[in-house]
């Protein structure tokens, strides 16, 4: 086998990729003369991050856990790993050429003896020395709150103080985990080299094997968008024989309810606290039955009949019919053994605990204007004069004081249906929407040395348990009463004994927990960044390379991470190139492997270093970047090759790669080839290949995702790219995704400031690495369909290697066993996480809504937007698994279904029209809107990498952005008045009207602001007032308005000051910065703006009045 040629550029990064006879590396430059080294190849006893201490302070516990967190937890995958150590790691030695420049010192490498593996990371001491996790001696009563600094919310944004609530007196029960050491490998040979410590886990060439599996079903895991989605509510999906859904997909079937087993826990602790020794990631957070209270054996997979909405029947793949206890145990057989004597009196009703937490308000009047039927074909003006906020729960004024806020969980329905044939009857899906790790101005943050959990569901204790006395609780999802700890009596904040429903996890519907070492399978690893850049000649021309090494160089400051701080740098065109930027080198150093069938990593001690410790060397080297490749070529892009070469430099540690492509990849593993056919762009069933055209992007995905490494996409191009196939590298990995069309950096400057604007917001926004997230729900709920980017590690358990505050997830649930003996409904969303400071930590969100049993209550707290936003998810899985064509009747029949229902049962009207209830008036609209997005809209040339990446951004995007996406919010300008304004930091915010988005609500007089959420453009007609355009744009006049204008100068007029309120405003809570596009009112700035008005008729589709019509007739056959 001919072995790969590397490259040492010296002095100005000379680029030479000549084979050269020796396979030389790296070395220090000498002055006189190029000294020729020689390697030992021996592996030094050295832990990645400095040689273990003679003594830990962790206590070494026996146990199965994997030294490096497996993609799954079982005895397959280990099994799966442990093979390909074998069969994928027998290199022969190297023995083919490297080029050098001819001043290049050389470096000799000889292969190695055979050696045993190091684990894959460091042994718990190797990263702190000689830590110690002794509890501190017991403080009750003079513990003091201190003030922490809280993630800003941005950059730039002011740091808030977060309460971190002290731990009472109380020592911690159990040890901390240590990894164990990974076998050794029978004639593993492996490039030779100063190689310390540890060495990277096996990665698969080609990733031709099959990915590792969940639970023990063998190879069927991880199917993705391979076969028809159903749109049935479960919708879009529900099923009837509840066939277990495969793992890893993108929007995967499980099973959430505290009334099935999910597995997990290994313990059972009257205090709550958590699982002593966790071994695997699904234990780590806590399953729902720990060992000692096994599941009924009653449990089966039946699901309620959904044929009966005729729609299609569901394909295998998203088959996950909701679970049903037939015969659910008691409240005393949940409890199990317990160590204190049975309550004397009788438990509290379940309406009788509502009436403890509060209750529900039942204020008519809400239900009144909510439920006011409206006959869509009269109204014509719809719209609020705001936009929309989410609805308020009926609930009563104490428990909205501490539910969650909307902008972190959204329920489709704000009143829980008490049945599933409730649910049915009113024709619209049941689910949440999440921002679990959105920024927060206020958290609390909460050090103590027991969690208090329920012992049964594992819950967190939070503001809707009941206390039933001083000394027991009872849990709100599963109704298990617990002891409450010793511990758990004192409170932090009044420094008082005595009361438990004072403390500050039970008056915050969100806390973070600083976790012990209980939920930590290893260390908490550093902040490790590694950039991978594409070079080649059609990345030179685009000319992002040096814009994206500026903003690099301007937020390296920034970057999220503690003294552990690592960063790496690896560039491609038809060759995969390093960089050596070990401390102590007067500058950086090349290596270039050519070889890219069997890419391999030439140090493994010099290319991912400590930013600190090598600043000088990484600011040189991003500084001299672009020009390096200036002159460069070469057609060709490697990118599966540098793919392979990042997991090899990353599998060690885990981190965030950040992937930067502008072209289809040519060359090696994951080679594409174009698959858009522009003939077949605007034809609804002509529109193919929205899935992936191999799944080696998927497997490596999956393969990082085991290895606590995220995958974010750049993709700037300006041709056909197969988004579809290369998406693959985010979706699995919970990565992020950013596409730029047509980028270029002189003749599309729109697309520059955006890719700038975002890259200063990527760079800078905090980060949370190894998360798993698990959502539960009140018993009698389940949850069977995830949406977003992640990994389904185990059921129900999201694996998320890298955790990011602007990405948003989605889940569908059913209602599996009546609650007709519970008045409220609980969710509670637990995400473990690594902070960027290398703390472990624990962010949990709980939110309570009713529970009716009428179907007016369940149209009356109706959430149109959330319930917009699920539909949307759904119909991308259909439009994947299906056609276009079956996703756009699918949306089309969602809202004929409604209407339908809503006459039929609701309705006492027998007028004619298209009656629908106030709550859902802009239902319609919206989801006309949505036929006439990107993603699916048709009769319009769409390009396919345009309509991919729509999708995936309705998979990720949190609700509020996605809302202004579909149905963008527009605005007069030019007669805004003070009537209602807003008085914000001694500033008058004015508040102008929302219209309707209709060419006949413009005028061309005026100056009108379109909202869309990454953009706002700001239409000026051309009869607008001359005062305005000068006053705010800086110019005499229309005509004078240059065509590409894209900013709002700052100019000391009452009226630019007023209208950059605004925009700042409307800017406030997005964590991107929108940009501002100037559009004048000739064809082709109209072609853009007004392809947003969606009431109007357009290539993409019928106008509102003709698509209500169609309703209407559909509602009447």
């Known amino acids: 086998m001919s072995a790969p040629g590397f490259t040492n550029v010296n002095g100005a990064f000379g680029h030479s990729q000549k084979p050269t006879p020796n396979g030389g590396a790296a070395a220090h430059r000498q002055k006189g003369k190029s000294p020729v080294q ?378 829980i249906p008490q049945t599933q044939a409730l649910l049915n009857k009113a024709r619209l899906p049941l689910g949440l929407l999440l921002h679990p790790f959105r920024d927060l101005q206020q958290l609390p943050v909460i050090t103590s040395n027991t969690i208090v959990r329920c012992r049964s569901c594992r819950t967190y204790i939070n503001p809707f348990v009941t206390f039933l006395d001083q000394r027991r609780w009872k849990c709100n999802l599963c109704y298990g009463v617990n002891d409450v700890p010793d511990e758990f009596m004192y409170n932090p904040v009044t420094r008082s004994y005595g009361e438990p429903h004072k403390r500050p996890e039970v008056q915050n519907a969100t806390v973070e927990f600083i976790a012990s070492s209980d939920y930590m399978l290893r260390p908490p690893q550093p902040a490790v960044y590694l950039f991978v850049m594409d070079v080649s000649h059609n990345a030179v021309e685009s000319g992002y390379l040096k814009y994206f090494c500026d903003s690099l160089l301007e937020n390296l400051d920034k970057l999220p991470g503690d003294s552990r701080t690592k960063l790496g740098f690896l560039t491609f065109d038809s060759t995969v190139h390093f960089y050596n930027l070990q401390e102590g080198l007067s500058q ?57 070469a990042a997991y090899k430099l990353m599998s060690s540690t885990g981190g965030r790669v950040s992937v930067f492509q502008t072209q289809l990849p040519t060359l090696g593993a994951g080679s594409l080839q174009s698959r858009e056919d522009r003939s077949q762009r605007s034809k609804a069933k002509g529109v193919q290949h929205l899935g992936p055209a191999t799944d080696f992007y998927k497997k490596f995905a999956l393969d990082c995702s085991g290895q606590q490494i995220g995958v974010d996409l750049f993709l700037l191009s300006s041709q056909y790219s197969d988004l579809a196939s290369l998406a693959c590298i985010s979706k699995y990995s919970a990565g992020s995704i950013f596409y730029y069309p047509s980028f270029h950096h002189i003749h599309n400057p729109a697309q520059l400031e955006k890719f700038q604007k975002d890259l200063e917001r990527y760079l800078a926004r905090k980060m949370g690495f190894e998360a798993v997230m698990r959502i539960r729900c009140t018993k009698g709920l389940s949850i069977h369909t995830f949406h977003g980017n992640f990994f389904v590690r185990s059921t129900d358990l999201l694996s998320l290697a890298n955790v990011n505050p ?51 209550d369940v149209y009356a707290g109706a959430d149109v937007q959330a319930i917009t936003c699920l539909l949307a998810n759904m119909a991308i899985d259909r439009s994947i698994s299906s056609s276009l064509s079956d996703a756009r009747d699918a949306l089309l029949n969602a809202a004929v279904d409604f ?89 008058l915010v004015p508040q102008p009207p929302l219209l309707h988005l209709s060419a006949e609500r413009l005028s061309r007089d005026g100056a009108f602001l379109m909202d869309c959420g990454s953009v706002f453009y700001l239409w000026v007609g051309k009869c607008c007032n001359e005062m305005f355009i000068r006053d705010v744009l800086d110019y005499p006049n229309y005509e004078s308005i240059p065509p590409n204008m894209s900013c709002i100068p700052e100019l000391q007029t009452p009226l630019s000051e007023r209208l950059r309120a605004f925009l700042d405003w409307l800017q406030d809570n997005r964590a991107f910065s929108s940009i501002v596009h100037v559009l004048k009112d000739d064809a082709s700035a109209n072609a853009t703006f007004f392809q947003h008005l969606v009431e109007d008729r357009s290539e993409s589709g019928s106008s509102y009045c003709e698509f209500l019509q169609h309703i209407q007739q559909q509602v009447s056959s």
């Open 38 to 415: 020689n390697y030992t190849a021996t592996y030094s006893n050295t832990a990645y991050y400095g040689a273990p201490p003679q003594q830990q302070g962790y206590s070494v516990i026996p146990s199965d856990l994997p030294s490096k967190a497996p993609v799954t937890n079982n005895a397959h995958s280990a099994n799966y790993y442990y093979q390909n150590h074998h069969q994928q790691h027998h290199v022969a030695p190297r023995s083919s050429a490297a080029a050098m420049h001819s001043s290049a010192p050389v470096a000799h490498y000889a292969p190695p003896p055979f050696q045993q593996h190091h684990p894959p990371y460091p042994t718990p001491g190797s990263y702190y020395g000689q830590p110690s996790y002794h509890a501190p001696p017991a403080q009750c009563q003079q513990q003091q709150p201190t003030l922490l600094p809280a993630p800003p919310s941005g950059p730039g944004a002011p740091t808030y103080p977060i309460v971190s609530y002290p731990s009472a007196a109380g020592t911690s029960q159990y040890g901390t985990l240590t990894s164990t050491q990974t076998a050794a490998t029978p004639g593993l040979t492996q490039y030779s080299g100063p190689l310390q410590g540890s060495t990277p886990a096996a990665l698969h060439p080609g990733y031709s094997v099959a990915p590792p599996t969940q639970n023990g079903q063998g190879s069927t895991a991880h199917q993705h968008y391979d076969h028809q989605a159903s749109l049935n509510y479960d919708s879009f999906g529900g099923s009837a024989n509840g066939e277990r859904p495969p793992s890893g997909t993108s929007s995967t079937s499980v099973h959430s309810s505290p009334g099935h087993n999910q597995g997990g826990d290994t313990s059972s602790s009257t205090t709550g606290s958590a699982s002593p020794v966790p071994n695997s990631y699904d234990s780590l957070e806590g399953g729902n039955y720990p060992d000692s209270m096994p599941p009924s054996a009653n449990m089966t997979n039946q699901a309620p009949p959904y044929s009966s909405y005729g729609y299609p029947g569901m394909q295998p793949a998203y088959r996950q019919g909701p679970t049903s206890l037939t015969n659910p145990p008691s409240s005393q057989d949940l409890l199990g053994p317990s160590g204190y004597q049975p309550y004397s009196q009788p438990f509290p009703s379940l309406s009788q605990l509502s009436a403890a937490l509060g209750g529900l308000s039942g204020v008519p009047e809400l239900e009144v204007e909510a439920l006011s039927p409206l006959n869509l074909l009269q109204e014509k003006n719809l719209l609020p004069p705001r936009p929309l906020e989410a609805p308020e729960p009926n609930l009563s004024s104490e428990l909205r004081k501490v539910n969650c806020s909307p902008q972190t969980i959204r329920c489709t329905l704000t009143s």
């Open 588 to 644: 950086p150093q090349m290596l270039v492997v050519t070889d890219i069938d069997d890419v391999f990593i030439p140090s493994h001690d010099s290319l991912m270093v400590n930013w600190k410790e090598s600043e000088e060397l990484v600011k040189d080297l991003l500084t001299s970047l672009p020009s390096m490749f200036s002159q460069s070529k070469e057609m060709h892009s490697a990118l599966g090759p540098a793919l392979q």
């Open 806 to 856: 602007d990405s948003a997830f989605a889940v569908q649930m059913s209602i599996d066993d009546s609650l007709a003996d519970s008045s409220l409904a609980c969710f509670q969303a637990a995400l473990l996480y690594t902070s960027c400071k290398g703390k472990r930590r624990i962010r949990v969100h709980t939110l309570c809504l009713p529970v009716v049993n009428q179907l007016s």
């Open 899 to 987: 209407v339908s229902a809503y006459k039929s049962n609701v309705s006492n009207l027998q007028q004619s029209g298209l009656v629908v209830p106030a709550v859902m008036r802009l239902f319609p609209l919206y989801i006309l809107s949505l036929l006439k997005q990107k993603a699916f809209q048709t009769g319009t040339s769409t390009r396919l990498d345009e309509r991919v990446f729509a999708m995936c951004e309705f998979k990720t995007q949190p609700l509020q952005q996605l809302m202004r996406m579909v149905h963008p919010d527009l605005y007069r300008l030019d007669n805004m008045s003070d009537q209602g304004a807003l008085h914000l930091n001694d500033a």
